[in-house]
């Protein structure tokens, strides 16, 4: 079992950046594949970014290519999400995902353990 806190969230202007972070706990964070997924309201939640658990690959949606840097450092159990010239459109609550043994997947089925999210607004 993995249990995961985000943190980083908050308030920012249309242009600006923001870090999230992810803290697991457990002895075994690499064998998850991690990633951040976000739900808007009113809307389904969302791939948005996916590391290995080498950290060796990362894949991102097209709607955050270029913008949004996925990160892990396994000495820490920790994941985090750069993520630059952020636009309205970005206004969710942001998850952070573990998928135990995973390849790195954009599917929402893929992933058995989700923090408690982390509200990102984005002001325009």
């Known amino acids: 079992q993995v249990q995961l806190v985000e943190s980083g969230g908050g308030l920012v202007q249309a242009g600006g950046s923001l870090r999230l972070s992810c803290a697991a706990s457990?002895?075994?964070?690499?064998?998850?594949?991690m990633g951040w997924f976000r739900q808007a309201p009113g809307k389904e939640r969302e791939f948005v970014a996916t590391i290995t658990r080498s950290g060796d690959s990362t894949y991102y949606a097209d709607s955050v290519k270029g913008r949004c840097t996925i990160s892990r450092d396994n000495a820490k159990n920790a994941v985090y999400l750069q993520m630059n010239s952020l636009k309205p459109e970005d206004t969710a609550v942001y998850y952070c995902?573990?998928?135990?043994w995973g390849q790195g997947s954009r599917r929402v089925e893929e992933y058995e353990h989700w923090g408690q999210g982390t509200q990102v607004t984005v002001s325009s």
């Open positions: 457990g002895r075994t964070f690499s064998t998850y594949a």
């Open positions: 995902v573990a998928d135990l």
